[in-house]
Every structure is written in structure tokens, then in C-alpha cells.
């Protein structure tokens, strides 16, 4: 025996063929990689620019500094040819132009108070015991000046500080572009899954039309993915079809047992009938050609029987054209001969239950009345026709309903037939506790989801306009099949 391959084998394999028939794809993790790494890109030149620049301000810094250097060097130096006021005035323009850096100078007079200082705060308790420098400053006219040069670690810390929350501010501002830049590229990859979301979820409202139609996937996994679920739709497709052909295989057995019982109640039954009818007919005139004193009694017993046998017989005949509507001559049905038996089956109703009046209205359009249609969609229209108006009868309290059919299109090419029938009866509360009783409705919507079609169950008034009423409607494309004809029917 063959063994039967798994149904997730088969769709895998389908969407791997289905994948590599479409457009070269780039797989997610190489997509990911490959913009992450333009990002790392731009984020060092971004680093390396901002570092340059950086590096260009501190150097800048440091050579002025050194030149503020000299300059007080150079000052000093030929400080003992000019006057104190002098001295101290190019001091404190060389100070106004640009401070030491990381230095401070500092010049005591000989009674020790101090004349000049390059630092206005002084040094801290833990400055005191660093080293510095000395020398005397000899003047032209008055004791030697204390030249004190010594470090002032403060401004380097304050540097240092600085440049450190620079470099972090730099780093979490690039961080945050590479994470929105990858939040942005990853949401440009995945952006494809928005429009297989939207198509399954129409899938879970029986449509699988985008399924069908997914547009190729820029990434490999995600048209993998898309692959797969196109595989699906088409294979949903094919096992719902073998669910249509199932149902009208298991419709057409029935109407062929109904066809069956038509046959033998025409052959058996309606033969007897008429030789019973012909032998209460003989008897009747056997007795006046006697004329029995019985006779009268008899003739009105075989009255009463021969009335009996002709109500009998068309029951019979009503009942077979029920069970055989559209005829057993193997001709195709048309619009108008569908037409005359829907007319017989509402008038029928007239006399079964009283005060409910049907009426039918045939419409057909551009086509012409006589076009032909396929047997499978007359007969299931004649049974979705006597299904609702028997529900009107039993269940719906109604006073009036009303069948209609339209052909849509020319006669040589009809387009669709629309089918309706509504009443004004008290409606359905709960529609899906209705198809859970039974209330017929099931058998209806199996016969028209048979043919492709699909059937609409609304109320005919809006809420609070008196009784709601009911419309069942159904529209049957005559594409849904090749040539018109039901796949699988006859």
C-alpha cells in the first residue's frame, strides 16, 4: 500500500518550489547584517569626524596655551628694563587674550604680598604641597619680585571631566541613531508581514483571495512564509471544490432517488389508479344496464369512489412533479420554463395555508426568457425556492412573500442569476441558533454554497419598523463553472 505524504510535507515542498520560482530574494539575517553594518559604518565616520574635530580643538588649546606660556617668559624676561605698572599691564592683556593651561603664576613683591596671580580662586589645601617653581624677579629700581609657577590640577580635572561626558553624550547620541536606524530597517524588512496579517485575516472570513495574491516577499524567510500560505489558499481551494462536487454528488443521489419513486409511483401506482377508476366507471354502467333496485346506493358509493380516485390521482401527479420538477425528457432547462414551475409551487401554497399570499416575479434583463440553464443550478434554485417558502409557511407567521429570479447579461452569454425570497413575517432573532435547530436553513445554505455561491440571510425591515420580516438571496455566476455547467453535475 502506498503510503500517504504528510499534508506540512507537501505544503513545505510547495512553498520551497513556489520560493525559488519568484524574484532573488536576500534571507533576514544577511538584510539585518548588511544594514547593520552600513550603520557601524556611518556611525565610526561619524565618531572619527567628531573625534578630528575633537582633537583639532584640544591641540588648538594646547598650543595656545603654550604660546601664553611664552609669551609671560618672554615678558618676564625683559621685565627688569621696565617699570612695575608696565609690567603687570602686559601681564594682565596676555591673561585677558588666553589663561595657562593647567599653570599658575603667581608674583609676590618683597614684602611677600602678591602683585600678580594668573588665578583669581587661589590654590586649594591640595594644591599646597604640590611642587612649583621659583625664581627672583630682579627690578630696576626696587627688591627682587617672587616669581611662584606651579600646577593647578583643577583645570585639568574640569577638562577631563568634560571631555569624559562629551565622549559619553557622543556615544548614547550614536547609539540611539544605530537603534533607530535598526528599529528602521528591521521595521522596513518585516513591513510585508502587515499584508499577510490583512490576508489571513480575510482567510477567517472565507476569503482567500489575498492568500491567493500575496505580492513576492523581499526577504527569504518572509516569502517562504508567503509561499506556503499561497500553497495553502490553492490547496483550500481544491479540497473545498472536492467538498462542492462531495455535496452535489450526495444532492444528485437524492434527486435520483426522488426520481426513482416518481417512476414507480407513475408506473405502479398511477396505473392502478386508472384501472380502478375504469372498473368503478364499467360497474356504473353495468347497474343502469340492470337497473337494480340497488342501484342507486351502489352508483352513489361508486360516485363517491371514482371522486376519491381522481383527487387521489392528482395528488399523485402533484406529488410526482414535485419529485421530478423540471421533467424526466432530458431537455435543458430555461429561465421561463424554471419560471412556470416556481409559479405552480407558490400557488400551491395558496391553498395550504390560508392567508399567506406569494407572489413571483421572473425578470431576466437583456437575456431572452428561453435562454438555456444548466440543470444543476434550475433544480437547486426550484429546491432553495420550496425550502424557504415551506419555512415561510411553518415558521414565519407571514401574511405575504414574494420569489424573485434575474438573469443578468445577453442571451448568449448570461452573466449571473440572482435569487430572493423575502416574506414579512417575525424574522430570526438568533440567526446562528437558527442554523443549530434546523429551521432548514442549513439545507439551504448547503445547496447554494454547493454551486459556489453564497447565501444572505437579513432582515427585510430595519429594527423597530413593525415585524422585520426575512430575505434570503443568493447570486449564482454562471463562470463559477466551465460553460456554464456545475463541475461534476450533470
Known amino acids: 500500500m502506498q503510503r500517504s505524504t504528510p499534508l506540512a510535507a507537501v505544503l513545505g515542498a510547495q512553498a520551497r518550489a513556489d520560493a525559488a520560482a519568484v524574484a532573488p530574494t536576500v534571507s533576514l539575517t544577511r538584510l539585518i547584517a548588511r544594514r547593520s553594518a552600513l550603520i557601524i559604518v556611518i556611525v565610526v565616520v561619524l565618531a572619527l569626524v567628531l573625534a578630528w ?12 596655551g603654550a604660546m601664553v606660556l611664552a609669551r609671560l617668559a618672554a615678558t618676564l624676561s625683559t621685565s627688569h628694563t621696565r617699570s612695575d605698572d608696565d609690567v ?3 601681564l594682565h592683556a596676555l591673561e585677558a587674550a588666553q589663561r595657562l593651561r593647567h599653570l599658575r603664576l603667581v608674583v609676590h613683591d618683597a614684602q611677600g604680598r602678591t602683585v600678580y596671580a594668573s588665578d583669581a580662586a587661589g590654590p586649594t589645601a591640595a594644591d599646597a604641597h604640590t611642587p612649583a617653581v621659583q625664581w627672583d624677579l630682579p627690578r630696576p629700581s626696587a627688591p627682587a619680585w617672587r616669581v611662584t609657577l606651579q600646577p593647578a590640577p583643577d583645570s585639568e580635572r574640569a577638562e577631563a ?41 480575510r482567510a477567517e472570513s472565507h476569503d482567500r483571495d489575498a492568500l491567493r495574491h500575496l505580492p513576492p516577499m523581499p ?25 462542492r462536487l462531495l455535496t452535489q454528488q450526495l444532492l444528485g443521489v437524492q434527486e435520483e432517488e426522488r426520481q426513482r419513486i416518481a417512476r414507480e409511483l407513475h408506473d405502479e401506482l398511477g396505473q392502478r389508479l386508472t384501472a380502478l377508476r375504469a372498473d368503478v366507471a364499467w360497474l356504473a354502467r353495468r347497474l343502469d344496464e340492470r337497473g337494480d333496485r340497488f342501484g342507486d346506493e351502489v352508483r352513489t358509493v361508486l360516485a363517491g369512489i371514482a371522486a376519491h380516485g381522481e383527487c387521489l390521482q392528482r395528488e399523485v401527479r402533484d406529488l410526482l412533479s414535485r419529485l421530478n420538477p423540471l421533467g424526466g425528457d432530458g431537455a435543458a432547462p430555461t429561465l421561463q420554463r424554471l419560471g412556470e414551475r416556481i409559479e405552480a409551487l407558490a400557488a400551491g401554497w395558496h391553498g395550504v395555508r390560508q392567508g399567506l399570499r406569494v407572489t413571483v416575479h421572473i425578470g431576466h434583463g437583456d437575456a431572452a426568457a428561453d435562454v438555456a440553464l444548466p440543470g444543476p443550478l434550475a433544480l437547486t434554485v426550484y429546491r432553495i425556492t420550496q425550502e424557504a417558502l415551506t419555512n415561510v409557511a411553518r415558521h414565519a407567521q407571514a401574511t405575504r412573500a414574494h420569489v424573485e429570479l434575474r438573469l443578468h447579461g445577453d442571451a448568449k452569454r448570461p452573466q ?10 417575525v424574522g430570526i432573532d438568533d440567526l446562528d441558533a437558527a442554523w443549530r435547530r434546523g429551521s432548514g436553513l442549513a439545507g439551504l445554505h448547503e445547496r447554494v454554497w454547493a454551486l459556489g455561491a453564497r447565501l444572505e440571510c437579513e432582515p427585510l425591515h430595519p429594527a423597530g419598523q413593525g ?22 453535475g450533470a
Open 53 to 64: 574635530v575633537r582633537t583639532e580643538r584640544d591641540v588648538g588649546d594646547e598650543l595656545g
Open 88 to 90: 603687570l599691564a602686559q
Open 219 to 243: 526577504v527569504t524567510e518572509l516569502e517562504a512564509v508567503a509561499a506556503t500560505l499561497r500553497h495553502l489558499a490553492r490547496a483550500l481551494d481544491a479540497a473545498q471544490q472536492r467538498q
Open 161 to 201: 571631566l568634560a571631555s569624559t561626558i562629551e565622549s559619553l553624550l557622543m556615544m548614547l547620541l550614536l547609539a540611539a541613531g544605530a537603534l533607530a536606524a535598526m528599529a528602521w530597517s528591521v521595521r522596513r524588512a518585516l513591513a510585508p508581514l502587515d499584508a499577510m496579517r490583512h490576508a489571513i485575516v
Open 416 to 425: 449571473a442569476l440572482h435569487w430572493r425570497v423575502e416574506d414579512d413575517g
Open 467 to 488: 415585524r422585520p420580516g426575512l430575505r434570503l438571496s443568493a447570486r449564482f455566476a454562471f463562470d463559477a463553472w466551465p460553460g456554464g455547467r456545475v463541475a461534476g
